[in-house]
């Protein structure tokens, strides 16, 4: 009995000691220990998404591109909303969103600087005309629960990609084979 302990112990030594020789190891495990370095990124996370949000409604309302500065996204991100924005300008259209209310649900840490943040989101959206700006449909209320995937570059928490889902809808695991590919 005595001799499998100590067997035991020094597996475990052995592997602590092989995890801190690995690239990053050592800020992982710090990170992983430290609570309140975990609740401060969370709320750094949660200030991205409304910033994110907040600056996509603006480029939605105005069609200009004011804001992209601050704007924490990836550049396909910011591509794929650009190329939105273009299409409904093309049909002589705005479409203008206000975010009414955001919740986040969950904020969690795939590594300390890959996060994945579910929020509850409720936006009223209106289509415009693009010349007149007079409205050519009913307000309408939009109540979904994004998922949003982030990572930490140069010191700041930017989105790289995000699904939406209706309220209503479960929504699907995240396949490991995904994740693995962040990297």
Do not use: C
């Not at 601050?70 to 409904?88: G, L, S, V, Y």
């Not at 209310?101 to 959206?125: C, G, M, N, Q, Y």
């Amino acid at each position: 009995m005595m001799r499998s302990g100590r067997i035991w112990i020094a597996g475990f030594v052995l592997a602590l000691i092989a995890s801190f020789v690995e690239p990053g190891a050592y800020d992982h495990y710090r990170f992983t220990m430290d609570y309140d370095l975990r609740q401060q990124e969370a709320e750094a996370v949660k200030d991205t998404i409304k910033i994110f949000s907040g600056t996509l409604a603006g480029f939605y309302a105005t069609g200009y591109t004011a804001g992209l500065r601050q704007f924490p996204a990836e550049n396909p991100i910011r591509r794929r909303i650009f190329q939105d924005i273009r299409n409904w300008e093309q049909a002589n259209m705005l479409l203008v969103m206000d975010r009414d209310r955001s919740t986040v649900k969950e904020v969690r840490f795939i590594t300390p600087d890959l996060s994945i943040a579910v929020v509850d989101e409720s936006w009223f959206s209106v289509y415009q005309n693009l010349q007149t700006r007079r409205q050519i449909s009913e307000k309408k209320a939009n109540i979904i629960t994004v998922r949003y995937y982030l990572k930490k570059e140069w010191g700041r928490w930017i989105v790289f990609e995000y699904e939406v889902y209706e309220r209503e809808d479960k929504i699907p695991p995240i396949a490991p084979e995904r994740v693995l590919k962040w990297r």
